[in-house]
């Protein structure tokens, strides 16, 4: 099936730096998503992407939705304690209907 | 805000138990799904439905089984649990004909 790739597994980063993760898929998606999840909890929606080369904030965060169509990104800035968490990126193909297929998840350590 | 809720945070069941887990929604969304989590292997599909009484497999079906009479409740069902089902269970909502998905705050089910 399906499979996206995040790396590295796990990132560590000083508090105040800025961070940026990418995911790839060797086909091409028609919608990508970025979610993180805090320990012990379910993952929270953070930003949604439709279109090519679209690039969206919420907040710090920044998410662009690679022109290729096989890659999207995401940045954050001036990162803070509470940023700690697993990203998730996901992506929809053209032939699953709602179904989704998520990466693996990056593990974000920040040092204060 | 959108909400979708599982019955327990924390369960503990023993072998050959049935396990009943619930999830309701309150965005009135068409799609729910059921997803399991693992250290290293990230969100796997176990079941889906787009509409009251209608299911369909994900990628793990085997040994699980789900029931969605109502459009707000899809319940995920594990005839006879066994120790290889020690794991978070997530619920998610969707709207129909969009890709977001809403996560619950999981439960983390150990089977002994």
């Known amino acids: 099936g399906q499979q996206l790739n995040q790396s590295p597994q796990s990132m560590f980063i000083q508090e105040g730096e800025d961070v940026s993760m990418n995911c790839t898929s060797s086909?091409?998606?028609?919608?990508w998503l970025w979610y993180k999840q805090d320990p012990g909890e379910g993952p929270v929606l953070l930003i949604a992407?439709?279109?090519?080369?679209e690039l969206t904030s919420n907040g710090r965060l920044t998410a662009q939705f690679g022109i290729t169509r096989k890659d999207s990104f995401l940045n954050i800035s001036a990162s803070i304690p509470s940023d700690v968490g697993i990203y998730f990126c996901?992506?929809?193909?053209?032939?699953?209907?709602?179904?989704?297929?998520f990466g693996k998840g990056i593990t974000l350590s920040v040092r204060p | 805000d959108v909400k979708v809720t599982q019955s327990s945070r924390y369960l503990v069941k023993r072998t050959g138990e049935k396990v009943f887990l619930e999830c309701v929604q309150d965005?009135?969304?068409?799609?729910m799904f059921w997803y399991r989590q693992d250290p290293g292997l990230g969100l796997r599909l176990i079941y889906f439905?787009?509409?009251?009484?209608?299911?369909e497999k994900g990628d793990i079906p085997e040994g699980y089984s789900v029931s969605r009479e109502k459009k707000e409740r899809f319940s995920l069902i594990l005839e006879s649990a066994s120790t290889n089902q020690t794991s978070m269970y997530l619920c998610?909502?969707?709207?129909?004909?969009?890709?977001?998905?809403?996560f619950g705050p999981g439960t983390r089910l150990t089977v002994t």
């Open positions: 996901a992506g929809q193909d053209t032939g699953a209907n709602s179904k989704l297929t």
């Open positions: 992407l439709y279109k090519a080369g």
């Open positions: 998610a909502g969707g709207a129909g004909g969009v890709y977001e998905q809403y």
């Open positions: 439905s787009y509409d009251v009484k209608m299911k």
């Open positions: 086909s091409i998606f028609n919608t």
């Open positions: 965005m009135d969304h068409e799609n």
